[in-house]
């Protein structure tokens, strides 16, 4: 019982994922690991990203040109793969933020009705 709880706790709407890419690449470049650490410290926990979620979300955005990439060394002197918000990406972000508060406002109406 306690693993569905921690499974349902995590799941996102879809397209969420990508929303919160985009949103953490608007604030710095970063690695995968740390846009994954960076999504779950600002959630205090609540949302993780998985490896198997995350790669692949990078790979779509990258075919779509929402994001850039460049190995680099990372700050433990790694070579890691840097992903950078493209100006597609910002618009993209623009999109899916607007798209968001649209179903989460009707979603929050639905709840409200008694």
């Known amino acids: 019982m306690k693993e569905a709880r921690a499974k ?21 470049s970063m690695h995968g690991y740390g846009i994954a650490q960076h ?12 490896e198997g979620s995350l790669y692949p ?3 779509r955005m990258l075919v779509k040109r929402w994001v850039s ?3 680099k060394l990372s700050a433990n002197n790694r070579r890691a793969r840097f992903y950078t918000l493209t100006p597609a990406g910002r618009k993209q972000l623009g ?13 929050r109406r639905v709840m409200k009705t008694t």
């Open 95 to 107: 999109l899916e933020e607007s798209r968001f508060s649209e179903i989460f406002g009707a979603i």
């Open 57 to 59: 979300a990078l790979q």
């Open 8 to 28: 349902s706790r995590n799941e996102l709407l879809p397209g969420t994922l990508e929303m919160l890419i985009l949103k953490t690449l608007s604030i710095e």
């Open 69 to 71: 990439a460049e190995w």
């Open 39 to 50: 999504i779950q410290m600002l959630s205090a926990d609540v949302l993780t990203v998985e």
